[in-house]
């Protein structure tokens, strides 16, 4: 009889743990990362007599988590892919949006800039048109500041979230350090007794781990994980765990780098740090912001580089040459400023370096990375963009020299390189930041030219002069007035006159002539009526007279004897040749080598952002979907089915009722009550009171 009961209780037992078991998957059906576990019955050894083995019960043989770890894994990688497309799309979209918004970007501005000066070309003279330039002028200026103050506090965001996400994620490597060292140390464990909620906790930290950066997680001695990164740093080996984190960026201050410090040793993990919401921010930076900022730099470049020199070969109101129209874009502190250090040169090192903008034009929106080596003469310059070395060489002693590429110069002032000294190049940068308006007054604004042509009233051919054609005033080589030019309101060597004789060639020669008293011969030539003759040079580099600073061109037979005059345009109010030069860049090709005006050029960056963002659009979309498949996939292993769990209650509840009820229709009567109140007060749920031996 002792048997029959003894194999009762053993049912009793076992199925009040599969209850339990039970109960507590549908408690935990809603907690993240919870596995579903499950009891597995196990037949008692039997007694063997004679006749057979007699069966001795049942028995727990183990609480199985169910787990796929494939599938966990997988689900870990879809993390990481889709937390870096979405803090990259996120981030792309808060550009896209503030580029192409109507009132934050800066196409609105640009175009109201030029219809004002358009607006006043037709009216020079008129104040409040003249205001209204300076008024629009000003919004350009504003915008292009306001853009560039909002990619700094995107920076400052994207810096902040890097920051946090360290945090993060150094918590959860000390969680999942902790974890394994917990799991080693679990009783039983070496019986093949696993701690299953102790695992799940560990699965869901490096879940969420994987959210912020990607990882590969390898199995170890005592049920441990060691996590490393992608290439293979570690992270976390057994109870022990390194400490991920970020410094100002050696190459740039502006930014941060990430480090890893294990063991005493702290190294710049960047290149290692991909996927995740921490590689998103960092592909944001790169693909996003830093192009972003080198491109507006650009446009701010162009624009002020372009309207300087249309406005410095003009005549304002007051019969002035005109001056800058924006800021200076190679002052010294400009120049200067387009170069920065990297924080580990050597301490020796004293190289002085600036960047010259030689022509807007050609200048490439773009980072290089200069590089010193050998006894710190030889140079390499890199483009970051690629990775390709686009110059190198060898510094000349003295180092003053220049290194000459499309569109900029770097210009080494001074000092000594060491080798392994790095220098980043960047000639957009700061220039929409400190784009300025320099003039302030309506009256300043040059809309005239400065020269003007006339015929004598003598003349008898067919010969007719343009009104020509202004170009640098400034001389190239020391950047001074030319001679021409010196004295304000005046031609200081003028009026010149252009005179006609027989001889030549064609059978008429011209001679340009200074005022008396020198009477100077600026220039002379043979003059062909069948073409276009044109007086002057164009080029400022050729030395001597022949290049003035303006150009004439002139048609048509003049005779023996006729004269031309060409002189200051004193007191040419009306004038408004400069402004519709200056209306007329608004639709030039200006950058990219003459091939896009600035709305083009800008609508191009508005573009490629615009293209970026979709991408990571769709990228996140496919990426949800992915990882929402891979989680399903893991849930239909792992996750709680209420109504599964349900029909499993009602199949214990059955089978503990059932081995109850043989407990006690087996139990002596003097032995019952004593049965009944143990029972009871251990499995009063099963309802004991209300079984009798009957």
């Known amino acids: 009889m002792a048997g029959l009961i003894g194999i009762g209780l053993t049912g009793i037992l076992s199925h009040q743990a599969a209850l339990n078991t039970t109960g507590n998957n549908i408690t935990n059906a809603n907690t993240p990362g919870y596995s579903r576990q499950e009891v597995l019955f196990e037949t008692q050894e039997g007694q063997r007599t004679g006749a057979g083995t007699i069966g001795s019960g049942v028995n727990i043989a183990d609480i199985r ?21 979405e803090a990259l799309n996120s981030e792309l979209s808060r550009l896209d949006n503030l580029l192409g918004g109507e009132t934050t970007g800066l196409s609105t501005a640009l175009n109201n800039f030029f219809a004002s000066l358009q607006n006043a070309a037709e009216d020079p003279t008129s104040l409040p ?67 299953n909620e102790l695992l799940d906790k560990r699965d869901e930290k490096l879940r969420q781990l994987s959210e912020l950066v990607n990882i590969k997680v390898s199995p170890a001695d005592g049920s441990q994980v060691n996590v490393s990164l992608s290439n293979g740093l570690s992270l976390v080996v057994g109870s022990n765990a390194a400490t991920l984190g970020t410094r100002e960026n050696a190459e740039d201050p502006t930014r941060l780098e990430f480090t890893l410090s294990n063991g005493g040793r702290t190294l710049n993990i960047d290149e290692q740090i991909s996927g995740g919401k921490l590689g998103g921010l960092l592909r944001f930076d790169t693909e996003g912001l830093k192009p972003a900022f080198d491109e507006l730099g650009r446009i701010a470049i162009a624009l002020s580089d372009t309207m300087n020199q249309q406005h410095e070969i003009g005549m304002d109101l007051e019969g002035d040459l005109g001056g800058r129209f924006f800021t200076d874009i190679n002052s010294l502190e400009a120049q200067r400023s387009r170069v920065m250090a990297n924080g580990n040169n050597a301490l020796a090192s004293s190289g002085q370096l600036a960047v010259e903008i030689t022509d807007s034009a050609a200048l490439p929106a773009g980072r290089w990375t200069l590089q010193f080596s050998g006894d710190g003469r030889n140079f390499e310059l890199i483009d970051q963009a690629s990775g390709k070395t686009v110059n190198q060489g060898r510094l000349p002693d003295p180092v003053q020299s220049e290194i000459s590429m499309p569109g900029f110069n770097i210009r080494v002032e001074g000092g000594t390189f060491s080798a392994g000294d790095k220098f980043l190049i960047q000639p957009s940068r700061n220039a929409a930041e400190s784009i300025g308006l320099v003039v302030s007054r309506e009256e300043d604004l040059a809309f005239a030219s400065p020269i003007r042509a006339t015929s004598s009233d003598d003349n008898i051919g067919t010969g007719k002069i343009d009104q020509g054609q202004m170009l640098d005033v400034r001389n190239p080589f020391t950047n001074s007035l030319l001679p021409g030019f010196q004295n304000a309101g005046e031609l200081a060597n003028g009026p010149l006159t252009v005179s006609f004789s027989a001889g030549g060639p064609t059978g008429l020669q011209y001679e340009v002539t200074e005022a008396p008293p020198s009477g100077q011969v600026v220039a002379s030539g043979s003059y062909d009526p069948q073409q276009i003759n044109t007086l002057f040079e164009e080029d400022p ?34 004038d408004n040749r400069n402004a519709e030069l200056l209306a007329a860049l608004g639709t030039a090709n200006t950058l990219n080598g003459g091939s896009q005006s600035f709305a083009e050029g800008y609508a191009g960056l508005v573009e490629d952002i615009g293209v970026k963002t979709r991408q990571s659009q769709l990228d996140v979309d496919a990426g949800r979907t992915l990882l929402e498949q891979s989680t399903n996939q893991r849930e239909s292993v792992s996750g709680v089915n209420l109504d599964e769990e349900a029909g499993r209650l009602i199949q214990y509840q059955a089978g503990g009722e059932a081995a109850l009820t043989a407990v006690f229709r087996n139990v002596a009567a003097t032995e019952y009550s004593r049965v009944r109140e143990a029972l009871d007060s251990i499995f009063g749920n099963l309802e004991v009171r209300n079984l009798t031996r009957d």
Not at 65 to 85: C, K
């Open 129 to 195: 048109q003249r205001q209204l330039v300076l008024s629009e002028a000003q919004q350009v200026v504003n915008r292009f500041q306001a853009l560039n103050q909002e990619f700094i506090q995107q920076r400052e965001s994207i810096k902040t979230q890097m920051q946090q996400g360290i945090k993060d994620a150094n918590t959860l490597l000390k969680s999942i350090a902790e974890l394994n060292l917990a799991i080693s140390e679990s009783p039983g464990i070496a019986q093949g007794q696993m701690p």
């Open 541 to 574: 580099a050729v030395a001597g007279a022949l290049y003035q600073g303006f150009q004439f061109r002139m048609t048509g037979e003049p005779a023996v004897g006729d004269t031309f005059t060409i002189e200051y345009n004193s007191n040419g109010v009306s």
């Open 65 to 85: 988590r169910l787990a796929n770890e494939y599938l966990v894994q997988q689900v870990r990688e879809d993390s990481t892919l889709f937390g870096e497309q």
